[in-house]
């Protein structure tokens, strides 16, 4: 009851990852979120290289955005269905997909059509480019928004070409952009008591998360370029070091910083070198300073220079794996992860990041697996009218919102 989204109602056509990403941070908050699928049901539910949890269905990349939903199969092809869904509208408060534009409407679910059904209702479409503007149609894919938004061109070594981030970085940053989107537009209809088309771009919101890049471009003229691991700040002492078996991150971004690093690495020499006298010098020497630092780091391993230079009050961390990161005390102790049973065991599932008041009640909780295919197609449409009378249909009607060869739900 004191989630902060408890009683809301969410309509969720969305499939892959920006769009299940959104609604999950809604569903750990407490909404009621109906994830609406197609007979094969989202093409996440199998995209694994892992043959057993491809054939269950329950592939990790979906189960780890898609806990605390319902799961609804619906053969949107079907007149019952298309009813069906404006039947669940009417006493919804978001629907969200993201399709291409133009294919919820080819289907009568488009915006106009739903929000005659409920004028309350917060519509949100992802797309790759929005609703409006020459690229509208066009496919999107997270790699290919990487590429567009100028992300790959600043990442990576020089010498080795643009390079994709580690994971479908622009999907997710996608999904948060339509989260926040979402929420205002929720508090918005607070106070003028109206819904609204909320219509996020892919490109738009990569594109957002670049702005102190875009700027550094369009204000000073800037060329922005690859870096490899050297901080945004292009100071040489946040950057990637070799050290001993592995590598180490600095973040020695002010002056005391600076001073300290040198002191705990025993190169007090360098302080007084005019070819390090300040920051501006010091990006034109960074190849000496580099060479300086990994001599001095020498075959110790991270692990043996982390705490000293924590201990000196030097930003720093040694480059940890997925395996080794899960598995730190500082995430523990913030249930960070979360224990979730389903029937395939128990899993640590990541939560949303952060805490709202107290543990006990602010939402953040996974209280409910990823949902199996179809698992609440009878619980949802069970309740539907299917007449203005509000006489239930015959069985033969709510089956034909199914796909073929189902038995009915009643």
């Known amino acids: 009851m004191n989630s902060p989204f408890h009683g809301i109602r969410i309509l969720d056509f969305t499939r892959f990852l920006a769009g299940p990403y959104a609604t999950h941070q809604f569903a750990l908050q407490g909404a009621e979120v109906i994830k609406i699928e197609p007979p094969t049901g989202d093409d996440a539910r199998t995209t694994t290289m892992h043959r057993d949890l491809a054939k269950s269905g329950m592939a990790p990349a979906f189960m780890a955005v898609n806990s605390n939903k319902k799961s609804v199969v619906l053969d949107l092809k079907q007149p019952a269905a298309v009813e069906a869904v404006r039947q669940i509208v009417s006493e919804a408060d978001i629907v969200w997909e993201n399709f291409r534009p133009g294919v919820m409407d080819k289907l009568g679910l488009g915006y106009e059509v739903l929000a005659r059904v409920n004028p309350r209702l917060i519509y949100c479409s992802i797309s790759g480019f929005g609703h409006t503007g020459p690229e509208r149609a066009a496919p999107a894919f997270d790699g290919k928004i990487q590429a567009m938004s100028g992300l790959m061109s600043i990442t990576g070594e020089p010498e080795h070409g643009p390079m994709r981030a580690g994971f479908a970085l622009c999907d997710v940053l996608s999904g948060m952009t339509a989260a926040f989107a979402v929420a205002a537009a929720l508090y918005q209809r607070t106070q003028n008591g109206r819904g609204q088309h909320v219509d996020v771009s892919m490109l738009d919101a ?134 979730v049973t389903s029937n395939l065991g128990t899993h640590a599932m990541v939560g949303p990041g952060f805490h709202l008041g107290s543990e006990e009640g602010g939402g953040g909780l996974i209280h409910s697996p990823a949902p199996y295919l179809g698992q609440h197609t009878e619980e949802v449409l069970g309740s539907l009218r299917r007449d203005p009378g509000g006489h239930a249909a015959a069985s033969g009607e709510r089956s034909a919102c199914l796909p073929t060869g189902r038995p009915p739900l009643f």
């Open 206 to 339: 990569s594109l957002s998360f670049l702005s102190t890049q875009v700027a550094d471009y369009t204000v000073s003229g800037t060329p922005q370029r690859q870096v490899g691991n050297l901080s945004m700040s292009r100071k040489p002492t946040a950057d990637r070091f070799r050290c001993g078996d592995g590598f180490i991150v600095l973040a020695a971004l002010t002056e005391p910083q600076f001073q300290r690093l040198f002191h705990v690495l025993d190169r007090e020499d360098v302080l007084g070198d005019e070819r390090f006298a300040d920051w501006f010098r010091r990006y034109e020497h960074r190849k000496e300073l580099r060479e300086i630092i990994e001599s001095a780091f020498g075959t110790r391993s991270p692990a043996y220079w982390e705490p000293l230079l924590n201990q000196a009050d030097v930003p720093c961390a040694r480059v940890f794996s997925i395996e080794e990161i899960v598995e730190h005390p500082q995430l523990r102790s913030r249930r960070a992860l979360q224990q």
